[in-house]
């Protein structure tokens, strides 16, 4: 199976990319953040305990995107040739539970693959879509607190998949067609 974490910053880019790459290589896409908001569009309980989370910007726990995971995993693993992981990890926990549903699935990560973007035009972007999309969750302060969120708890993810030889940096700028031709290049030489 091809695994795959796509990993960046809030407003990287990963949804995005991931359509293009879900496509491309027959993947099933696990998007946390789509998840929890289909969650929450249902206002299911685990939508209803993450709902306060994250409205003001903090990382949802672990203990309800496991098992949101299990389930969405559970149920696809025959249809696809494997999994993107769109906002999964997101700290040293999470690793080691992806490893582990990995492992139960008889197969592992193939890469860690990090859309890099400057700060500020993170920022740009996520204002952006929160004017389009309608977005509560693209305030500036709530930005912020994301952006340190992320410093804090999942830059260390990066560490831990580049000691097992597995992170891969793409500079995340540019037109979104040729951050496509990068990341694909990274994943077809995976293939080989």
Sequence with gaps: MLNIVLFGAPGAGKGTQAKFITEKYNLGHISTGDILRAELKAESPLGL?????????????????????????????????????DGFPRNLVQCYILEGMLSKLKTSLSALISLDVEQDELMRRLLERAKIEGRKDDTPEV??????????????????????????????????????????????????
């Design 49 to 85: 305990q993450a709902k306060s989370i994250m409205e003001a910007g903090g990382l949802v726990g672990d203990d309800i995107i496991v098992q949101l995971l299990e389930k969405h995993i559970s149920q696809n693993a025959s249809k696809f040739s494997g999994f993107l992981f």
């Design 143 to 192: 930005i912020q607190n994301r952006f340190k969120e992320y410093e804090n708890k999942t830059l260390p993810v990066i560490k831990f998949y580049k000691e097992l030889n597995k992170a891969i940096s793409i500079k995340g700028t540019g037109s979104i067609e040729d951050i496509t031709k990068l990341v694909v290049a990274e994943i077809d030489k995976l293939k080989k």
